[in-house]
């Protein structure tokens, strides 16, 4: 596609002079932001207790030019900058995923690293409902997400394809070759960046790509989406979810939304993983999760209750493969997630809610303080029980979030406390860590 694109803008140029293509650059548009992060992480196991923290600071910068002839381009720089750095460092808000690669090598010691990297550099055409792109995307979808949690989010390369025939009904194609993970400056082949030293047991191939294809309706309150993620030889990946909002004459407003995913091995790792000594332990993909999820709000106060279930199939893999920085559960909360899925070669390792046969619940109520002129100042708090039969205890979060948003300014203080925060490998085996607690402040400005 970059073959076509490129002598396509060419030739318009030409048609258009060199005034035009001055303006194509004098009409684009510089945006970014600069955020510091501060993490600490403390856990406590079998009465053995471990500390680490980081600062950083960082951001991203961003470019896109004006449209020539449906033609645009566009790039982001992305940078993080450890310092006052402890001796235990959490290297969440780092080169985590570059330490997973690196460490034990001569370079030693990434995943502590700063690191800058040209997170996005594409090309792209719209017009007539149309639209058209080639080379490095941030990209958020179920499965595939940016996931700006951290410090900066993860990327794709590829090529994109999406065609709205009218207002309520929109079609995507992706063509996905390459994944950088938000903790590192590296653009792996996607398949193996979720597989690791297991792509060519697993996959028959040291290489594979990511097929995306989607179709979303929305008219009115209702929200229809629907996904296929297809690596051959690996895996295939369905989401699904309908959505729906309305509001009442009384000023309540609501909201509902379900959603199922089902995964299954495909092709040579459907063959492979079936073998007794293959990463899994001789068991194929086969990984099926419901979700629900209920809002209700009023004024500056807003109630969830949300409710998901990943399935139990004691002869499969059976907990869902998230490698791509997809966190897509109802019952996310900060700690309960996949982030270290997403990590270089740990696809097949799952947490919590993800973990097979898990049933999660969980609360959340937030609040505005507008009405007593604090405009912009906003509380979360966030219960999420985690029930299996796997686990020896059940797991509890408490997440408690203040925020506060003045024009292009952020602040967020964010405190966590898990017991029993539990993970599996890629057998299944399932391990719990009795305590974990977490304090987060994140402050951003926006430009």
Same mark, same amino acid.
């Given at each position: 596609?970059?073959?076509?694109?490129?002598?396509?803008?060419?030739?318009?140029?030409?048609?258009?002079?060199?005034?035009?293509?001055?303006?194509?650059?004098?009409?684009?548009?510089?945006?970014?932001?600069?955020?510091?992060?501060?993490?600490?992480?403390?856990?406590?196991?079998?009465?053995?207790? +471990?500390?680490?923290?980081?600062?950083?600071?960082?951001?991203?910068?961003?470019?896109?030019?004006?449209?020539?002839?449906?033609?645009?381009?566009?790039?982001?720089?992305?940078?993080?900058?450890?310092?006052?750095? %402890?001796?235990?460092?959490?290297?969440?808000? @780092? !080169?985590?995923?570059?330490?997973?690669?690196?460490?034990?090598?001569?370079?030693?010691?990434? /995943?502590?690293?700063?690191?800058?990297?040209?997170?996005?550099?594409?090309?792209?055409?719209? !017009?007539?409902?149309?639209?058209?792109?080639?080379?490095?995307?941030?990209?958020?979808?179920?499965?595939?997400?940016?996931?700006?949690?951290?410090?900066? %989010?993860?990327?794709?390369?590829?090529?994109?394809?999406?065609?709205?025939?009218?207002?309520?009904?929109?079609?995507?194609? +992706?063509?996905?070759?390459?994944? =950088?993970?938000?903790?590192?400056?590296?653009?792996?082949?996607?398949?193996?960046?979720?597989?690791?030293?297991? *792509? *060519?047991?697993?996959?028959?191939?040291?290489?594979?790509?990511?097929?995306?294809?989607?179709?979303?309706?929305?008219?009115?309150?209702?929200?229809?989406?629907?996904?296929?993620?297809?690596?051959?030889?690996?895996?295939?990946? @369905?989401?699904?979810?309908?959505?729906? =909002?309305?509001?009442?004459?009384?000023?309540? +407003?609501?909201?509902?939304?379900?959603?199922?995913?089902?995964?299954?091995?495909?092709?040579?790792?459907?063959?492979?993983?079936?073998?007794?000594?293959?990463?899994?332990?001789?068991?194929?993909?086969?990984?099926?999760?419901?979700?629900?999820?209920?809002?209700?709000?009023?004024?500056?106060?807003?109630?969830? &209750?949300?409710?998901?279930?990943?399935?139990?199939?004691?002869?499969?893999?059976?907990? &869902?493969? &998230?490698?791509?920085?997809?966190?897509?559960?109802?019952?996310? *909360?900060?700690?309960?997630?996949?982030?270290?899925?997403? $990590?270089?070669?740990?696809?097949?390792?799952?947490?919590?809610?993800?973990?097979?046969?898990?049933?999660?619940?969980?609360?959340?109520?937030?609040?505005?303080?507008?009405?007593?002129?604090?405009?912009? @100042?906003?509380?979360?708090?966030?219960?999420?029980?985690?029930?299996?039969?796997?686990?020896?205890?059940?797991?509890?979060?408490? $997440?408690?979030?203040?925020?506060?948003?003045?024009?292009?300014?952020?602040?967020? @203080?964010?405190?966590?406390?898990?017991?029993?925060?539990?993970? /599996?490998?890629?057998?299944?085996?399932?391990?719990?860590?009795?305590?974990?607690?977490?304090?987060?402040?994140?402050?951003?400005?926006?430009?």
């Amino acid at each position: 596609m970059k073959h076509l694109l490129l002598p396509a803008l060419l030739a318009g140029a030409s048609l258009q002079g060199a005034d035009t293509i001055a303006s194509w650059f004098d009409e684009g548009k510089a945006s970014g932001n600069v955020k510091y992060y501060y993490i600490q992480t403390d856990k406590e196991q079998a009465g053995a207790k +471990s500390s680490a923290h980081a600062n950083s600071i960082g951001g991203t910068l961003h470019y896109e030019t004006g449209v020539l002839q449906g033609f645009k381009a566009g790039a982001t720089f992305m940078t993080t900058n450890g310092f006052a750095l %402890p001796e235990s460092v959490d290297t969440s808000i @780092l !080169g985590r995923d570059n330490g997973v690669y690196l460490e034990g090598t001569p370079s030693g010691g990434a /995943a502590q690293r700063s690191f800058s990297v040209l997170g996005e550099g594409y090309l792209g055409y719209s !017009g007539d409902g149309a639209a058209l792109s080639y080379g490095r995307r941030v990209i958020k979808t179920p499965l595939v997400d940016a996931k700006e949690v951290r410090m900066l %989010p993860s990327a794709v390369q590829g090529a994109f394809a999406s065609y709205a025939p009218n207002e309520t009904l929109e079609f995507g194609l +992706s063509w996905l070759s390459h994944f =950088k993970q938000r903790t590192s400056d590296r653009f792996f082949n996607i398949v193996t960046h979720a597989l690791g030293s297991q *792509t *060519t047991a697993i996959t028959g191939s040291d290489e594979g790509e990511l097929l995306v294809a989607d179709a979303r309706y929305r008219e009115g309150g209702l929200n229809l989406a629907l996904y296929d993620y297809y690596a051959a030889d690996f895996l295939n990946a @369905l989401y699904a979810e309908a959505a729906y =909002k309305g509001a009442l004459d009384s000023g309540i +407003s609501y909201a509902a939304a379900l959603q199922a995913i089902s995964e299954t091995s495909v092709g040579n790792a459907e063959d492979n993983l079936a073998l007794a000594g293959s990463a899994t332990g001789g068991e194929t993909i086969s990984a099926n999760t419901l979700g629900l999820k209920l809002d209700a709000a009023y004024g500056e106060s807003k109630v969830t &209750l949300a409710g998901t279930k990943s399935f139990r199939d004691s002869g499969s893999h059976d907990s &869902l493969v &998230l490698p791509w920085d997809g966190t897509p559960l109802y019952t996310n *909360t900060i700690t309960s997630n996949n982030l270290f899925q997403s $990590n270089y070669g740990k696809a097949l390792a799952a947490d919590s809610i993800y973990i097979g046969g898990s049933l999660g619940v969980k609360i959340a109520y937030t609040q505005g303080y507008g009405f007593a002129d604090l405009k912009g @100042l906003k509380t979360t708090l966030a219960y999420l029980v985690i029930d299996n039969d796997r686990f020896a205890d059940r797991q509890q979060d408490f $997440n408690a979030v203040i925020a506060y948003t003045a024009g292009d300014f952020s602040l967020a @203080l964010k405190g966590i406390w898990v017991r029993h925060n539990s993970a /599996a490998d890629a057998t299944g085996t399932v391990s719990q860590t009795d305590r974990l607690t977490q304090y987060r402040v994140i402050a951003n400005y926006a430009f």
